[in-house]
């Protein structure tokens, strides 16, 4: 019991920097990730490359690979730890390597191996960032108390998304328009990596107290076997993970909103560099204001009102015919994709004890990996054998598949 005093007091008294410190991390580290994350730049580099739409989802499906197959050993490298900072900056200097290759291999390799390097180093930032996805979220849920939560992450995404944009727009303007480096995408990459790199230095400042309660070590085959008594002794917990993987299938589509807008207009790297802006600015339109609304609600009215979004942005695109709706329709997506993902990372934290965290978070994230896997590539044999719209309403479809099993079946887990 003192030890739980000592932990909460160790939190509030250091809750001023770690805020600051993982704000700041936010600003830069987010920033720099979008320009990989967005579905713009790399869909339109792969395509451009390769000219093939199925190649386009291969690369995001291996991406999601390398996501889906780490959570769970990210959980192992931590749960026995009482403190994890160190394992947070060493995986995301790992990460960050990767966007550095991205954009080496645009520079110097030929255009055949240059899609396999990104095909490749795809799947390894994937790999990293499966294990840095339940590390950093685990080290936020022991160093910001639930009830600061959404407003950081608002903050955050607000932050970052705002500087996000205006890099995108000029690095779409300046560095792809007219091939900076002698390939504009990858200087475009380049200036990610810079901006990544600047985040995980913030991160550095942050003041982690010990874990109260740790677990004994185990290894990685050990934890899996234990997974069917976690789903099992937590129903809602397991519902939740339905709805988020039905959500995730959802995100199927896009890598082909972009392709999709190609058809409708020139997507000259100016324009290009705009409509990534304008995802980016939706990210912040309301994730500040989702944020706020998580903090006194919770996270599950905002998993539901973001997915309504999403689907709206999509029913607008399907209608869009020049750069304004174009535009417009981007923002819209931006900000359902936003929220969604602020909302589904967030709910899992919030079941449960401190001691089995990081293994719902590891299965939380494999559950929606697993989904992300699978949609991009039959997203792409869909739009070769008959076209965009049957991969967009079938993705609808998923998103309210998500919604109804949230709304029917999930309770909000704040209030358990």
């Known amino acids: 019991m003192?030890?739980?005093?000592?932990?909460?007091?160790?939190?509030?008294?250091?809750?001023?920097?770690?805020?600051?410190?993982?704000?700041?991390?936010?600003?830069?580290?987010?920033?720099?990730?979008?320009?990989?994350?967005?579905?713009?730049?790399?869909?339109?580099?792969?395509?451009?490359?390769?000219?093939?739409?199925?190649?386009?989802?291969?690369?995001?499906?291996?991406?999601?690979?390398?996501?889906?197959?780490?959570?769970?050993?990210?959980?192992?490298l931590i749960e026995h730890r009482p403190r994890v900072l160190s394992v947070a900056?060493?995986?995301?200097?790992?990460?960050?390597?990767?966007?550095?290759?991205?954009?080496?291999?645009?520079?110097?390799?030929?255009?055949?191996?240059?899609?396999?390097?990104?095909?490749?180093?795809?799947?390894?930032?994937?790999?990293?960032?499966?294990?840095?996805?339940?590390?950093?979220?685990?080290?936020?849920?022991?160093?910001?108390?639930?009830?600061?939560?959404?407003?950081?992450?608002?903050?955050?995404?607000?932050l970052a998304g705002i500087a996000a944009s205006g890099v995108a727009y000029l690095g779409g303007r300046y560095l792809i328009e007219p091939n900076a480096l002698g390939n504009g995408y990858a200087a475009t990459f380049l200036v990610a990596f810079v901006l990544t790199s600047l985040g995980l230095s913030m991160l550095a400042f942050v003041r982690e107290p010990d874990t109260p309660q740790i677990r004994a070590r185990t290894g990685l085959l050990a934890r899996l076997r234990d997974l069917p008594e976690l789903l099992r002794s937590d129903r809602e917990f397991t519902l939740y993970l339905l709805a988020r993987a039905l959500g995730s299938m959802g995100r199927m589509a896009m890598p082909y909103y972009v392709l999709f807008a190609a058809t409708r207009m020139e997507l000259s790297g100016a324009t290009l560099g705009l409509l990534t802006a304008a995802f980016l600015l939706g990210q912040t339109a309301l994730n500040?204001?989702?944020?706020?609304?998580?903090?006194?609600?919770?996270?599950?009215?905002?998993?539901?009102?973001?997915?309504?979004?999403?689907?709206?942005?999509?029913?607008?695109?399907?209608?869009?015919?020049?750069?304004?709706?174009?535009?417009?329709?981007?923002?819209?997506?931006?900000?359902?994709?936003?929220?969604?993902?602020?909302?589904?990372?967030?709910?899992?934290?919030?079941?449960g004890s401190l001691v089995n965290l990081p293994m719902r978070i590891a299965v939380a994230n494999s559950v929606a990996d697993l989904a992300t896997i699978v949609g991009p590539i039959l997203g792409g044999l869909l739009v070769i054998s008959v076209s965009f719209l049957p991969v967009f309403w079938i993705a609808i479809l998923f998103k309210c598949a998500a919604i109804a099993m949230m709304t029917l079946y999930v309770p909000e887990p704040r209030n358990r």
């Open 89 to 158: 900056l060493v995986v995301g200097a790992l990460m960050r390597l990767q966007v550095l290759g991205i954009a080496l291999a645009g520079i110097f390799l030929p255009t055949s191996w240059n899609l396999a390097a990104i095909c490749l180093l795809l799947g390894l930032f994937g790999f990293f960032l499966g294990i840095q996805g339940v590390v950093f979220n685990f080290l936020r849920a022991k160093t910001i108390p639930r009830e600061h939560r959404g407003v950081l992450a608002g903050l955050r995404n607000a």
């Open 288 to 351: 500040l204001g989702w944020g706020i609304l998580a903090d006194r609600r919770g996270f599950r009215i905002v998993f539901n009102g973001s997915l309504l979004i999403w689907i709206v942005g999509v029913l607008m695109l399907i209608q869009a015919t020049d750069i304004t709706s174009v535009s417009l329709v981007f923002v819209a997506l931006g900000t359902g994709v936003g929220g969604f993902m602020m909302a589904a990372q967030n709910l899992a934290l919030e079941f």
């Open 2 to 76: 003192g030890s739980e005093v000592s932990f909460e007091e160790a939190v509030q008294k250091n809750l001023p920097r770690n805020y600051l410190a993982q704000l700041a991390h936010g600003l830069f580290g987010q920033t720099g990730f979008r320009l990989v994350q967005a579905p713009t730049f790399i869909p339109a580099y792969i395509y451009g490359l390769s000219g093939s739409e199925l190649l386009v989802g291969l690369a995001r499906a291996s991406q999601a690979l390398g996501q889906a197959l780490t959570p769970v050993m990210g959980a192992t």
